[in-house]
């Protein structure tokens, strides 16, 4: 499976996705799991460091992000927003591209690569595609078991 886009907000949760079938859309209202909500936020640093928000960190969201292929190899694309004087701005990173060479960042500052992201980027890049491929094959959010209980008609 092949996750090409997600984005979260606060009333839709989007995916894009390919399988060996064809290509495929999931938009719904359900919540998505807390561990698929940490992996996108988990995903801020990156953003940060690639738009120079260093210093307006408490007004900066990551709220998806986007993949795909070209002749260089897979990129993904953080998609974020900025909110500055009370109005939200969407931002989205340019191309940054996962480094498979384990000898790349030898005597490298990250900083001076922006397209590229580092071991621990790599990581949390890797993890949110992992939460989302979750997502799209049924894991959502638990409903608190008081309100569980209730659906089902159950004392607790």
Known sequence: MDITKIKIDTKMVLVDYSTEVGDFRIKTEEDPSQDLTAA?????????????FETVQDKVMVNGFESG?????L?????GIYTANLVGHKITTPKI?????PEFWEGKDPDEWPGFMDADETE???????ETEEFVKGKRAQLPLDEQSELLGEDV
């Open 40 to 52: 996108i936020g988990r995903l801020k640093g990156i953003f940060l460091r690639r738009m120079e």
């Open 124 to 130: 949390k890049m890797l993890a949110a595609v992992e």
């Open 75 to 79: 990129w993904y694309r953080l998609t």
């Open 97 to 101: 591209r996962l480094s498979n060479d």
């Open 69 to 73: 292929k070209d002749d260089t190899g």
